[in-house]
């Protein structure tokens, strides 16, 4: 069965620093999203992307994030300057229509 | 605004008894519903779904939800628990007017005592 992949697994960086978060959806679906979980809290989503656009985004997605799709293949979440508060579990998923597959997650730890 | 409520936050059950997981939404209409399987350091594995239609939805893993929409509710039940369905369950809902943006619960995490 084919599978949302995303790379690396586990991301270490220090406050301040850039960080992109990759993500390689099912080849046929044409929705990307990307939800967060802080640790012990909700997952949340975060922007959902359609025909190269962001198609909504959530109060969490401030101007340090942005989303692309910069070949067929690939989505990555770019996160400019990295704080301590977002330190978290980021799931990548995508759809042909519903419902979602998710990633197994790249755990991003800043410091 | 749309929220899922999953007042359990810890379950125990022992190997072979029944589980029931509950789920409570908040919401105008009938939502899309869904509930997903996180196990230790993977990602969310869809269980099932429910859209219209039969109010008793089938999932993986033996594993199946009942739609009350006089409760709002959307229960996950497994008539007989295995120790490999120790993982960390999350009921979400798609209020599809915002175009597939889950809102889920905060989850809860079932452990399986043998």
């Known amino acids: 069965e084919p599978e949302v992949t995303q790379t690396p697994s586990h991301q270490v960086t220090q406050m301040g620093q850039e960080v992109i978060l990759r993500c390689v959806p099912i080849?046929?679906?044409?929705?990307f999203y990307w939800y967060r979980q802080i640790l012990g809290q909700k997952v949340e989503f975060l922007v959902s992307f359609y025909n190269n656009e962001i198609s909504e985004k959530s109060e969490i997605f401030d101007d340090q994030f942005s989303v692309e799709r910069p070949d067929g293949s690939n989505f990555t979440l770019k996160i400019r300057s990295t704080k301590l508060e977002d330190s978290a579990m980021y799931f990548c998923a995508s759809s042909a229509n519903s419902p979602l597959h998710f990633g197994n997650g790249t755990r991003l730890t800043v410091t | 605004a749309q929220s899922v409520t999953q007042p359990d936050i810890h379950i125990t059950v022992s190997e072979g008894a029944s589980l029931e997981l509950r789920c409570n939404y908040s919401y105008g209409a009938t939502p899309y519903l869904f509930w997903y399987v996180q196990s230790p350091g993977q990602g969310l594995q869809l269980l099932l779904k429910y859209f219209s239609g039969d109010t008793l939805v089938q999932g993986i893993k033996g594993f199946e939800a009942e739609f009350k929409r006089s409760q709002s509710s959307f229960n996950l039940r497994k008539p007989s628990v295995h120790w490999s369905d120790a993982a960390e369950y999350f009921c979400a809902v798609d209020a599809e007017e915002y175009g597939n943006k889950l809102v889920f619960g905060a989850g809860t995490i079932l452990r399986v005592k043998s």
């Open positions: 080849s046929n679906h044409l929705y």
